[in-house]
């Protein structure tokens, strides 16, 4: 079995859109509606003669609003029983949300590396909006773009150097 990388972050941010780029096809559904992902959806990935699987958990079907605590906290326990690294995916367009500090609190004790990444970064002129995310404690994010591709070969790196 290969090394598990973990998509996590509350709704919306992304995870499905960025999980897409990395596999280079669109497998995971992507949904404006918050909270959209059918099941848990798997693939592997080769880079640089190393292979790692790479997991999108967020949302079972359309979530209800008042459950989206519930959703991250599911998809941090699959985490902790998979994972050999997480991805912290926040939005950088909506800075730090309540429900993304909840979910860096608790990725911060679960004891596995966690690379931050700041979605939605489409322009250079959203790099300004960096600032309200370091709150989160996790330091830079690595700034990526799931739409334009932005960011993917250092996101791939970043994962490579902390498996
Ligand atoms: P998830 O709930 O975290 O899996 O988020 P999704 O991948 O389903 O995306 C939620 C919404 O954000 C969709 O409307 C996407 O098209 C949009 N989105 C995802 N990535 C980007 C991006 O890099 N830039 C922009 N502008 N929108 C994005
Ligand atoms: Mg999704």
Known sequence: AFPIVVIVGRPNVGKSSLFNMLAGRRISIVDPTAGVTRDRISTILEAEGRHFELIDTGGM?????????????????????MAAVVLFVVDIREGAAPLDQVVAERLRVIGKPVIFVANKADEMTHDTAVSDLFRLGYGEPVMVSANSKRGKDELVFKILDAL
């Open 61 to 81: 079907g359309i979530l209800d609003v008042d459950n989206l605590t519930e959703d991250v906290e599911r998809q941090i326990r699959v985490a902790i029983e």
